[in-house]
Protein backbone atom coordinates (compact mmCIF):
# COMPACT_ATOMS: atom_id res chain seq x y z
CA UNK A 1 0.00 0.00 0.00
CA UNK A 2 2.65 2.08 0.42
CA UNK A 3 3.78 2.12 -3.14
CA UNK A 4 0.00 3.47 -3.78
CA UNK A 5 -0.12 6.58 -1.60
CA UNK A 6 3.67 7.50 -2.91
CA UNK A 7 1.99 7.04 -6.57
CA UNK A 8 -1.26 9.37 -4.85
CA UNK A 9 1.22 11.97 -4.11
CA UNK A 10 3.27 12.04 -7.02
CA UNK A 11 -0.29 12.76 -9.31
CA UNK A 12 -1.45 15.03 -6.49
CA UNK A 13 1.81 17.02 -7.07
CA UNK A 14 1.85 16.49 -10.82
CA UNK A 15 -1.42 17.86 -11.05
CA UNK A 16 -0.33 20.96 -9.23
CA UNK A 17 2.43 21.43 -11.95
CA UNK A 18 -0.42 22.11 -14.52
CA UNK A 19 0.66 19.55 -17.36
CA UNK A 20 -2.50 18.01 -17.36
CA UNK A 21 -4.54 20.85 -18.26
CA UNK A 22 -2.54 21.51 -20.91
CA UNK A 23 -4.95 20.21 -23.96
CA UNK A 24 -2.08 19.15 -26.59
CA UNK A 25 -0.27 16.92 -23.73
CA UNK A 26 -4.11 15.39 -23.09
CA UNK A 27 -4.66 14.98 -26.57
CA UNK A 28 -1.16 13.33 -27.23
CA UNK A 29 -1.65 10.72 -24.44
CA UNK A 30 -5.11 10.08 -25.87
CA UNK A 31 -3.68 9.20 -29.22
CA UNK A 32 -0.78 7.06 -28.24
CA UNK A 33 -3.71 4.99 -26.08
CA UNK A 34 -5.13 4.88 -29.34
CA UNK A 35 -2.63 3.22 -30.97
CA UNK A 36 -1.83 0.92 -27.79
CA UNK A 37 -5.34 -0.36 -27.68
CA UNK A 38 -5.09 -0.76 -31.42
CA UNK A 39 -1.83 -2.77 -30.83
CA UNK A 40 -3.89 -5.46 -28.51
CA UNK A 41 -7.64 -5.68 -29.93
CA UNK A 42 -6.78 -9.91 -30.08
CA UNK A 43 -4.94 -9.78 -27.25
CA UNK A 44 -7.89 -8.22 -25.34
CA UNK A 45 -10.24 -10.30 -27.31
CA UNK A 46 -8.89 -13.65 -26.06
CA UNK A 47 -8.40 -12.29 -22.28
CA UNK A 48 -12.39 -11.88 -22.73
CA UNK A 49 -12.62 -15.23 -23.90
CA UNK A 50 -10.51 -16.82 -21.25
CA UNK A 51 -12.22 -15.22 -18.41
CA UNK A 52 -15.73 -16.00 -19.24
CA UNK A 53 -15.72 -17.65 -23.03
CA UNK A 54 -17.29 -14.38 -24.61
CA UNK A 55 -16.98 -14.49 -28.06
CA UNK A 56 -14.66 -12.51 -30.22
CA UNK A 57 -17.78 -10.62 -31.85
CA UNK A 58 -19.64 -10.43 -28.34
CA UNK A 59 -16.02 -8.80 -27.19
CA UNK A 60 -16.17 -6.34 -29.93
CA UNK A 61 -19.43 -5.21 -30.41
CA UNK A 62 -20.01 -4.79 -26.81
CA UNK A 63 -16.78 -3.49 -25.56
CA UNK A 64 -13.79 -3.16 -27.98
CA UNK A 65 -16.17 -0.89 -30.48
CA UNK A 66 -17.38 1.28 -28.04
CA UNK A 67 -14.18 2.01 -26.51
CA UNK A 68 -12.66 2.72 -29.93
CA UNK A 69 -15.80 5.09 -30.32
CA UNK A 70 -15.55 7.38 -27.21
CA UNK A 71 -11.80 7.75 -27.75
CA UNK A 72 -12.16 9.05 -31.11
CA UNK A 73 -14.76 10.94 -29.98
CA UNK A 74 -12.74 12.24 -27.26
CA UNK A 75 -9.86 13.32 -29.57
CA UNK A 76 -11.76 14.91 -32.64
CA UNK A 77 -13.55 17.23 -29.42
CA UNK A 78 -11.33 17.67 -26.85
CA UNK A 79 -10.08 21.30 -28.09
CA UNK A 80 -14.09 22.43 -28.56
CA UNK A 81 -14.48 20.59 -25.71
CA UNK A 82 -12.03 22.24 -23.02
CA UNK A 83 -12.79 26.07 -24.19
CA UNK A 84 -14.95 28.25 -21.92
CA UNK A 85 -18.19 28.20 -22.64
CA UNK A 86 -20.12 31.80 -23.35
CA UNK A 87 -22.81 31.75 -21.25
CA UNK A 88 -25.79 34.48 -21.80
CA UNK A 89 -25.30 37.44 -19.40
CA UNK A 90 -28.33 38.53 -17.00
CA UNK A 91 -28.90 42.29 -17.26
CA UNK A 92 -29.44 42.29 -13.68
CA UNK A 93 -25.22 41.87 -13.34
CA UNK A 94 -24.98 44.18 -17.19
CA UNK A 95 -22.42 45.04 -17.70
CA UNK A 96 -20.57 41.49 -18.10
CA UNK A 97 -18.99 38.76 -19.96
CA UNK A 98 -20.15 35.09 -18.57
CA UNK A 99 -18.33 31.86 -19.18
CA UNK A 100 -18.52 28.21 -17.71
CA UNK A 101 -14.71 26.54 -17.37
CA UNK A 102 -13.96 22.85 -17.74
CA UNK A 103 -12.14 22.23 -14.79
CA UNK A 104 -10.87 18.87 -14.24
CA UNK A 105 -11.21 17.80 -10.46
CA UNK A 106 -7.85 16.41 -9.94
CA UNK A 107 -7.51 12.97 -8.66
CA UNK A 108 -9.69 10.52 -9.80
CA UNK A 109 -10.49 7.06 -8.62
CA UNK A 110 -12.20 4.65 -10.98
CA UNK A 111 -13.10 1.53 -9.78
CA UNK A 112 -14.32 -1.35 -12.47
CA UNK A 113 -16.91 -4.20 -12.63
CA UNK A 114 -16.14 -7.23 -14.14
CA UNK A 115 -18.90 -7.67 -16.76
CA UNK A 116 -17.47 -5.46 -19.20
CA UNK A 117 -14.46 -5.39 -17.78
CA UNK A 118 -12.66 -4.17 -20.38
CA UNK A 119 -15.58 -1.50 -21.20
CA UNK A 120 -16.40 -0.25 -18.00
CA UNK A 121 -12.16 0.34 -17.11
CA UNK A 122 -11.35 2.10 -20.09
CA UNK A 123 -14.23 4.21 -20.90
CA UNK A 124 -14.18 6.44 -17.77
CA UNK A 125 -10.08 6.62 -18.33
CA UNK A 126 -10.36 8.03 -21.31
CA UNK A 127 -12.97 10.91 -20.44
CA UNK A 128 -11.37 11.04 -16.94
CA UNK A 129 -8.01 11.55 -18.71
CA UNK A 130 -9.60 13.82 -21.52
CA UNK A 131 -10.73 15.99 -18.94
CA UNK A 132 -7.69 16.77 -17.82
CA UNK A 133 -7.29 14.41 -14.86
CA UNK A 134 -4.83 12.03 -12.93
CA UNK A 135 -6.12 8.16 -11.98
CA UNK A 136 -5.75 5.60 -10.73
CA UNK A 137 -8.18 2.26 -11.79
CA UNK A 138 -8.93 -0.41 -9.97
CA UNK A 139 -9.98 -3.63 -12.71
CA UNK A 140 -12.09 -5.97 -11.39
CA UNK A 141 -10.02 -8.57 -9.42
CA UNK A 142 -12.46 -11.32 -10.72
CA UNK A 143 -11.18 -10.87 -14.56
CA UNK A 144 -7.59 -11.46 -14.70
CA UNK A 145 -6.79 -11.64 -17.83
CA UNK A 146 -8.48 -8.81 -19.13
CA UNK A 147 -7.57 -6.98 -15.80
CA UNK A 148 -3.79 -7.66 -16.45
CA UNK A 149 -3.95 -6.91 -20.25
CA UNK A 150 -5.45 -2.79 -18.92
CA UNK A 151 -3.18 -3.11 -16.63
CA UNK A 152 -0.56 -3.52 -18.92
CA UNK A 153 -1.78 -1.22 -21.82
CA UNK A 154 -2.04 1.62 -18.59
CA UNK A 155 1.47 1.26 -17.73
CA UNK A 156 2.84 1.43 -21.44
CA UNK A 157 1.01 4.90 -22.29
CA UNK A 158 0.89 6.84 -18.91
CA UNK A 159 3.25 7.87 -16.78
CA UNK A 160 2.10 7.29 -13.11
CA UNK A 161 1.78 10.46 -12.05
CA UNK A 162 -1.17 10.66 -14.66
CA UNK A 163 -2.42 6.69 -14.36
CA UNK A 164 -2.31 3.86 -12.80
CA UNK A 165 -3.50 0.59 -12.36
CA UNK A 166 -3.78 -1.00 -9.08
CA UNK A 167 -5.14 -4.74 -8.79
CA UNK A 168 -6.43 -6.73 -6.17
CA UNK A 169 -9.92 -6.91 -3.90
CA UNK A 170 -11.99 -5.83 -1.43
CA UNK A 171 -8.92 -5.34 0.67
CA UNK A 172 -7.23 -3.33 -1.56
CA UNK A 173 -10.41 -1.57 -2.89
CA UNK A 174 -11.17 -0.47 0.97
CA UNK A 175 -7.58 1.19 1.24
CA UNK A 176 -7.77 3.28 -1.73
CA UNK A 177 -11.62 4.04 -0.47
CA UNK A 178 -10.16 4.89 2.75
CA UNK A 179 -7.97 7.66 0.93
CA UNK A 180 -8.74 11.27 0.22
CA UNK A 181 -10.19 12.07 -3.76
CA UNK A 182 -11.23 14.58 -5.78
CA UNK A 183 -13.53 12.55 -7.58
CA UNK A 184 -15.01 8.83 -7.15
CA UNK A 185 -16.23 6.98 -10.18
CA UNK A 186 -17.72 3.67 -10.10
CA UNK A 187 -19.26 1.23 -11.68
CA UNK A 188 -20.17 -1.88 -9.77
CA UNK A 189 -23.14 -2.98 -7.86
CA UNK A 190 -26.01 -1.48 -5.43
CA UNK A 191 -24.38 -2.70 -2.19
CA UNK A 192 -20.96 -2.07 -3.01
CA UNK A 193 -21.78 1.63 -4.58
CA UNK A 194 -23.49 2.06 -0.87
CA UNK A 195 -20.12 1.76 0.68
CA UNK A 196 -18.48 3.76 -2.16
CA UNK A 197 -20.72 6.49 -1.12
CA UNK A 198 -19.91 6.31 2.35
CA UNK A 199 -16.00 6.11 2.06
CA UNK A 200 -17.02 9.42 -0.13
CA UNK A 201 -19.28 11.06 1.97
CA UNK A 202 -16.36 11.27 5.14
CA UNK A 203 -14.26 13.79 2.64
CA UNK A 204 -17.79 15.65 1.01
CA UNK A 205 -15.70 13.82 -2.20
CA UNK A 206 -18.46 13.96 -5.18
CA UNK A 207 -19.28 10.58 -6.78
CA UNK A 208 -20.49 8.88 -9.75
CA UNK A 209 -22.17 5.26 -8.87
CA UNK A 210 -23.32 3.35 -11.92
CA UNK A 211 -25.07 0.32 -10.28
CA UNK A 212 -27.37 -2.07 -11.21
CA UNK A 213 -30.94 -3.45 -10.18
CA UNK A 214 -33.87 -5.38 -11.72
CA UNK A 215 -34.59 -3.65 -15.32
CA UNK A 216 -38.27 -4.72 -16.07
CA UNK A 217 -39.72 -5.06 -19.73
CA UNK A 218 -43.42 -4.57 -20.35
CA UNK A 219 -45.09 -6.46 -23.53
CA UNK A 220 -48.33 -5.53 -24.36
CA UNK A 221 -51.03 -7.37 -27.09
CA UNK A 222 -50.21 -4.94 -30.10
CA UNK A 223 -46.71 -6.27 -30.97
CA UNK A 224 -45.12 -8.43 -33.47
CA UNK A 225 -43.89 -11.29 -31.00
CA UNK A 226 -41.17 -13.21 -32.97
CA UNK A 227 -39.32 -9.77 -33.27
CA UNK A 228 -40.40 -9.46 -29.76
CA UNK A 229 -38.67 -12.52 -28.67
CA UNK A 230 -35.92 -11.84 -31.55
CA UNK A 231 -34.66 -8.89 -29.71
CA UNK A 232 -35.52 -10.26 -26.16
CA UNK A 233 -33.84 -13.37 -25.92
CA UNK A 234 -30.43 -11.53 -27.99
CA UNK A 235 -30.86 -8.66 -25.04
CA UNK A 236 -31.40 -11.14 -22.04
CA UNK A 237 -28.68 -13.63 -23.18
CA UNK A 238 -25.84 -11.08 -24.25
CA UNK A 239 -22.96 -11.55 -22.18
CA UNK A 240 -24.96 -14.52 -20.40
CA UNK A 241 -27.26 -12.28 -18.94
CA UNK A 242 -24.65 -10.52 -16.99
CA UNK A 243 -25.65 -7.27 -18.26
CA UNK A 244 -26.63 -3.91 -15.80
CA UNK A 245 -29.14 -2.97 -18.27
CA UNK A 246 -30.11 -6.54 -19.36
CA UNK A 247 -34.19 -6.78 -18.96
CA UNK A 248 -34.35 -8.86 -15.78
CA UNK A 249 -38.13 -10.27 -15.54
CA UNK A 250 -40.75 -9.63 -18.49
CA UNK A 251 -44.36 -8.65 -17.64
CA UNK A 252 -46.52 -9.49 -20.70
CA UNK A 253 -50.26 -8.90 -21.10
CA UNK A 254 -51.64 -12.43 -19.88
CA UNK A 255 -53.56 -13.01 -23.15
CA UNK A 256 -50.00 -13.39 -24.95
CA UNK A 257 -48.25 -15.01 -22.39
CA UNK A 258 -48.44 -18.31 -23.57
CA UNK A 259 -47.35 -17.28 -27.01
CA UNK A 260 -44.70 -15.29 -26.10
CA UNK A 261 -43.42 -18.16 -24.32
CA UNK A 262 -43.47 -20.75 -27.58
CA UNK A 263 -42.07 -17.98 -29.26
CA UNK A 264 -38.81 -17.38 -26.77
CA UNK A 265 -38.14 -21.19 -26.54
CA UNK A 266 -37.89 -20.88 -30.53
CA UNK A 267 -35.94 -18.28 -30.92
CA UNK A 268 -33.55 -19.34 -28.17
CA UNK A 269 -32.79 -22.83 -30.03
CA UNK A 270 -32.69 -21.09 -33.31
CA UNK A 271 -29.80 -18.99 -31.50
CA UNK A 272 -27.91 -21.33 -29.56
CA UNK A 273 -29.33 -25.10 -30.42
CA UNK A 274 -30.67 -27.58 -28.10
CA UNK A 275 -27.35 -27.57 -26.30
CA UNK A 276 -26.61 -23.91 -25.44
CA UNK A 277 -23.46 -25.35 -23.83
CA UNK A 278 -21.93 -26.30 -26.97
CA UNK A 279 -22.46 -22.48 -28.51
CA UNK A 280 -19.86 -21.08 -28.90
CA UNK A 281 -21.54 -17.92 -28.51
CA UNK A 282 -23.13 -18.19 -25.37
CA UNK A 283 -20.68 -17.32 -22.69
CA UNK A 284 -20.40 -18.75 -18.67
CA UNK A 285 -21.16 -17.36 -15.75
CA UNK A 286 -18.43 -15.27 -14.20
CA UNK A 287 -17.41 -17.76 -11.22
CA UNK A 288 -18.78 -20.91 -9.15
CA UNK A 289 -20.13 -18.64 -6.36
CA UNK A 290 -22.09 -16.38 -8.61
CA UNK A 291 -23.09 -20.00 -10.90
CA UNK A 292 -24.15 -21.14 -7.20
CA UNK A 293 -25.97 -18.03 -6.19
CA UNK A 294 -28.34 -18.05 -9.60
CA UNK A 295 -28.79 -22.19 -8.78
CA UNK A 296 -29.92 -20.78 -5.69
CA UNK A 297 -32.46 -18.38 -7.35
CA UNK A 298 -33.81 -21.10 -9.19
CA UNK A 299 -35.17 -23.22 -6.56
CA UNK A 300 -39.32 -23.65 -6.04
CA UNK A 301 -39.92 -22.07 -8.99
CA UNK A 302 -41.75 -23.20 -12.23
CA UNK A 303 -38.83 -23.75 -14.74
CA UNK A 304 -40.64 -23.47 -18.40
CA UNK A 305 -37.87 -24.01 -20.31
CA UNK A 306 -33.78 -24.75 -19.80
CA UNK A 307 -33.14 -24.91 -16.16
CA UNK A 308 -29.88 -27.40 -16.82
CA UNK A 309 -26.73 -25.86 -14.44
CA UNK A 310 -23.04 -27.32 -14.62
CA UNK A 311 -21.46 -25.77 -11.52
CA UNK A 312 -17.82 -27.09 -12.88
CA UNK A 313 -18.58 -24.93 -16.17
CA UNK A 314 -19.99 -22.31 -14.84
CA UNK A 315 -22.96 -22.96 -16.69
CA UNK A 316 -26.67 -22.34 -16.24
CA UNK A 317 -29.04 -22.90 -19.62
CA UNK A 318 -30.91 -20.35 -21.36
CA UNK A 319 -33.69 -20.60 -18.83
CA UNK A 320 -37.72 -19.78 -18.67
CA UNK A 321 -39.60 -18.95 -15.15
CA UNK A 322 -43.17 -18.86 -15.36
CA UNK A 323 -44.84 -16.73 -12.73
CA UNK A 324 -42.88 -16.40 -9.64
CA UNK A 325 -43.76 -15.40 -5.67
CA UNK A 326 -43.59 -11.18 -6.24
CA UNK A 327 -41.76 -12.21 -2.91
CA UNK A 328 -39.02 -15.01 -4.04
CA UNK A 329 -35.51 -14.24 -4.15
CA UNK A 330 -35.06 -14.51 -7.89
CA UNK A 331 -38.26 -11.64 -7.96
CA UNK A 332 -36.22 -9.70 -5.04
CA UNK A 333 -32.38 -9.74 -6.36
CA UNK A 334 -30.96 -8.27 -8.98
CA UNK A 335 -30.74 -11.61 -11.44
CA UNK A 336 -27.47 -10.92 -13.87
CA UNK A 337 -27.83 -14.52 -15.48
CA UNK A 338 -29.37 -15.94 -17.89
CA UNK A 339 -32.95 -16.93 -16.13
CA UNK A 340 -35.94 -15.04 -17.72
CA UNK A 341 -39.13 -14.01 -15.33
CA UNK A 342 -42.39 -14.15 -16.89
CA UNK A 343 -45.11 -12.13 -14.72
CA UNK A 344 -48.52 -11.50 -16.27
CA UNK A 345 -50.99 -7.93 -15.92
CA UNK A 346 -54.49 -7.29 -16.62
CA UNK A 347 -54.76 -3.47 -16.40
CA UNK A 348 -51.98 -1.13 -15.86
CA UNK A 349 -52.70 -1.39 -12.27
CA UNK A 350 -50.27 -5.04 -11.87
CA UNK A 351 -47.81 -3.53 -13.60
CA UNK A 352 -47.17 -0.39 -11.17
CA UNK A 353 -47.56 -3.10 -8.40
CA UNK A 354 -44.86 -5.00 -9.64
CA UNK A 355 -42.51 -1.99 -10.34
CA UNK A 356 -43.30 0.17 -7.24
CA UNK A 357 -42.66 -3.41 -5.25
CA UNK A 358 -38.77 -2.91 -6.24
CA UNK A 359 -36.16 -0.17 -6.16
CA UNK A 360 -35.97 2.47 -9.08
CA UNK A 361 -34.27 0.34 -12.12
CA UNK A 362 -31.45 1.06 -14.12
CA UNK A 363 -33.54 0.75 -17.47
CA UNK A 364 -36.96 0.03 -18.59
CA UNK A 365 -37.95 -1.39 -21.71
CA UNK A 366 -41.36 -1.34 -23.72
CA UNK A 367 -42.70 -3.37 -26.50
CA UNK A 368 -45.71 -2.00 -28.18
CA UNK A 369 -47.05 -0.30 -31.16
CA UNK A 370 -49.72 1.63 -28.99
CA UNK A 371 -48.51 5.34 -28.41
CA UNK A 372 -50.69 6.27 -25.21
CA UNK A 373 -49.47 2.96 -23.34
CA UNK A 374 -45.97 3.64 -24.32
CA UNK A 375 -45.90 7.37 -23.22
CA UNK A 376 -48.11 6.82 -19.97
CA UNK A 377 -45.40 3.93 -19.30
CA UNK A 378 -41.81 6.08 -19.48
CA UNK A 379 -43.37 8.83 -17.47
CA UNK A 380 -45.40 6.73 -15.15
CA UNK A 381 -42.10 5.40 -13.63
CA UNK A 382 -38.57 7.00 -12.82
CA UNK A 383 -35.60 4.68 -14.09
CA UNK A 384 -31.96 5.46 -15.39
CA UNK A 385 -32.62 5.23 -19.33
CA UNK A 386 -34.39 3.18 -21.21
CA UNK A 387 -35.87 1.36 -24.94
CA UNK A 388 -39.46 1.53 -26.65
CA UNK A 389 -39.39 -2.17 -28.97
CA UNK A 390 -35.44 -3.15 -28.25
CA UNK A 391 -33.35 -3.66 -25.55
CA UNK A 392 -30.01 -2.03 -24.27
CA UNK A 393 -29.05 -0.27 -27.71
CA UNK A 394 -29.62 2.85 -25.86
CA UNK A 395 -26.02 2.52 -24.17
CA UNK A 396 -24.53 2.72 -27.91
CA UNK A 397 -25.53 6.47 -28.96
CA UNK A 398 -22.82 7.96 -27.10
CA UNK A 399 -25.11 11.38 -27.66
CA UNK A 400 -27.46 10.07 -24.71
CA UNK A 401 -26.10 10.77 -21.30
CA UNK A 402 -26.21 6.93 -19.56
CA UNK A 403 -26.65 6.26 -15.67
CA UNK A 404 -28.98 5.47 -12.92
CA UNK A 405 -31.22 6.85 -10.23
CA UNK A 406 -32.05 5.88 -7.07
CA UNK A 407 -30.68 2.67 -5.89
CA UNK A 408 -29.47 2.27 -9.67
CA UNK A 409 -26.96 4.60 -9.44
CA UNK A 410 -26.13 8.70 -9.58
CA UNK A 411 -24.54 11.09 -12.14
CA UNK A 412 -23.72 10.17 -15.50
CA UNK A 413 -21.58 9.53 -18.42
CA UNK A 414 -21.08 8.55 -22.65
CA UNK A 415 -19.33 10.85 -24.63
CA UNK A 416 -19.33 14.69 -23.95
CA UNK A 417 -21.19 13.90 -20.67
CA UNK A 418 -18.25 11.41 -19.45
CA UNK A 419 -16.36 14.69 -20.21
CA UNK A 420 -18.69 17.06 -18.12
CA UNK A 421 -18.83 14.54 -15.43
CA UNK A 422 -15.22 14.69 -14.70
CA UNK A 423 -14.77 18.49 -15.32
CA UNK A 424 -16.18 20.83 -12.11
CA UNK A 425 -18.11 23.36 -13.78
CA UNK A 426 -16.72 26.53 -12.67
CA UNK A 427 -18.65 29.84 -13.31
CA UNK A 428 -17.19 32.53 -14.18
CA UNK A 429 -18.27 36.32 -14.48
CA UNK A 430 -16.01 39.01 -16.13
CA UNK A 431 -17.22 42.34 -15.54
CA UNK A 432 -16.60 45.62 -17.52
CA UNK A 433 -15.63 48.43 -15.24
CA UNK A 434 -17.24 51.28 -17.40
CA UNK A 435 -20.22 51.21 -15.96
CA UNK A 436 -21.17 51.15 -12.16
CA UNK A 437 -24.55 52.88 -11.13
CA UNK A 438 -24.82 53.66 -7.59
CA UNK A 439 -28.13 51.81 -7.25
CA UNK A 440 -26.79 49.04 -5.12
CA UNK A 441 -24.82 50.78 -3.03
CA UNK A 442 -26.22 52.20 0.66
CA UNK A 443 -27.28 54.14 1.78
CA UNK A 444 -30.65 52.02 0.34
CA UNK A 445 -33.60 54.19 1.41
CA UNK A 446 -36.00 55.29 -1.24
CA UNK A 447 -34.66 52.60 -3.77
CA UNK A 448 -37.09 49.74 -2.84
CA UNK A 449 -39.60 50.12 -5.42
CA UNK A 450 -36.92 50.70 -8.34
CA UNK A 451 -35.43 47.38 -6.78
CA UNK A 452 -38.56 45.74 -7.41
CA UNK A 453 -39.11 46.61 -10.72
CA UNK A 454 -35.84 45.57 -11.84
CA UNK A 455 -36.53 42.19 -10.57
CA UNK A 456 -39.62 41.96 -11.97
CA UNK A 457 -38.73 42.96 -15.71
CA UNK A 458 -34.93 41.70 -15.69
CA UNK A 459 -34.77 39.27 -12.94
P1 LIG B 1 -19.15 -5.31 -7.34
O1 LIG B 1 -19.90 -4.20 -6.70
O2 LIG B 1 -19.05 -6.60 -6.60
O3 LIG B 1 -17.64 -4.87 -7.68
C1 LIG B 1 -17.33 -3.67 -8.31
C2 LIG B 1 -15.97 -3.18 -7.81
O4 LIG B 1 -16.05 -2.98 -6.40
C3 LIG B 1 -14.84 -4.17 -8.06
O5 LIG B 1 -13.71 -3.45 -8.51
C4 LIG B 1 -14.61 -4.79 -6.70
O6 LIG B 1 -13.26 -5.13 -6.47
C5 LIG B 1 -15.02 -3.70 -5.73
N1 LIG B 1 -15.57 -4.23 -4.49
C6 LIG B 1 -16.27 -5.39 -4.31
N2 LIG B 1 -16.64 -5.53 -3.03
C7 LIG B 1 -16.16 -4.45 -2.36
C8 LIG B 1 -16.21 -4.02 -0.99
N3 LIG B 1 -16.82 -4.75 -0.05
N4 LIG B 1 -15.60 -2.86 -0.67
C9 LIG B 1 -14.98 -2.11 -1.62
N5 LIG B 1 -14.90 -2.47 -2.91
C10 LIG B 1 -15.47 -3.62 -3.29
O7 LIG B 1 -19.82 -5.51 -8.78
P2 LIG B 1 -19.50 -6.62 -9.85
O8 LIG B 1 -19.96 -7.92 -9.33
O9 LIG B 1 -18.09 -6.50 -10.32
O10 LIG B 1 -20.45 -6.14 -11.06
C11 LIG B 1 -21.78 -6.50 -11.13
C12 LIG B 1 -22.68 -5.36 -10.68
O11 LIG B 1 -22.33 -4.17 -11.34
C13 LIG B 1 -24.13 -5.60 -11.03
O12 LIG B 1 -24.94 -5.19 -9.96
C14 LIG B 1 -24.35 -4.72 -12.24
O13 LIG B 1 -25.70 -4.33 -12.44
C15 LIG B 1 -23.47 -3.57 -11.93
N6 LIG B 1 -23.06 -2.88 -13.15
C16 LIG B 1 -23.53 -1.63 -13.39
C17 LIG B 1 -23.19 -0.99 -14.58
C18 LIG B 1 -23.68 0.38 -14.92
O14 LIG B 1 -23.15 0.96 -15.87
N7 LIG B 1 -24.65 0.92 -14.22
C19 LIG B 1 -22.36 -1.65 -15.48
C20 LIG B 1 -21.88 -2.90 -15.18
C21 LIG B 1 -22.24 -3.52 -14.01
Partial sequence: MNDILHIIDKQRAFFKSQKTKDLEYRLSLLKTLKVEIFANEQVVLDALNKDFKKSGFEGYLSEFGLVITELDLAIKNLKKWVKPKRIKASLLTFPSKDYI???PYGSILIMAPWNYPFLLAMEPLIMAIAAGNTVVLKPSELTTNTSNVISAIIKKVFPKEVAMPVEGGVEISTQLL?????????TGSTKVGKIVAEAAAKHLTPVTLELGGKSPCIID???????????????????????CIAPDYIIVKSTVKDKLIEVLKAEIIKRYGHNPKESPDFPRIINERNTQRLAELLKNTNVVFGGEIDKNDCYIAPTIVDEPDLNSKLMQDEIFGPILPILTYDNEDNIAHIIWNLDKPLSLYVFSTQTAFIEQTIKKYSFGGGVINDLLIHFGNYRLPFGGVGASGMGNYHGKYGFTTFSNQKPIMKRGNWYDPSFRYPPYKGKMSLLKTIFKYFG
Fill in 221 to 243: DSIDLKLVARRLVWGKLLNGGQT
Fill in 101 to 103: YQE
Fill in 178 to 186: AQKWDYIFF
